[in-house]
């Protein structure tokens, strides 16, 4: 079983920064993936940034050049920074995990998701 537990949500005002964490833990054979999702509401979730394995990285092009993924990778934990934030960045931040649990077995698990609230 795989766990990711996110941290780091809260009130922030327009312009401002906040900065999201993602903890896996579990039966962790390698991680393909790691990445930050986000729902409004009235909207389907959407991608926000992805890191895989390799280190690329890539951006949904509302939150580029303002929010930076990164990953500790001996660690397991996911970061979010995010810079500049607007109004409609406000939303649920959902934390995604695409892994093997073993060589063979493959798994994508969500966290529990943390608010992010944008004050204009």
């Known amino acids: 079983q795989v766990e990711l537990v996110e941290s780091g949500g809260g009130l922030v005002q327009a312009g401002g920064s906040l900065s999201l964490s993602c903890e896996a833990s579990g039966s962790i054979f390698s991680i393909v993936s790691m990445g930050w999702y986000r729902q409004s509401p009235g909207k389907e979730r959407e991608l926000v940034a992805v890191?895989?394995?390799?280190?690329?990285?890539d951006y949904s092009g509302s939150v580029k050049g303002r929010f930076t993924i990164s990953r500790d990778r001996a660690m397991n934990i996911l970061y979010l920074q995010m810079n500049t934030l607007k109004s409609e960045d406000t939303a649920v931040y959902y934390c995604n995990a695409k892994l093997y649990t073993t060589l063979t077995e493959w798994l994508e698990v969500w966290g529990q998701g943390t608010l992010v609230t944008v004050s204009s």
């Open positions: 890191v895989t394995s390799g280190g690329s990285t």
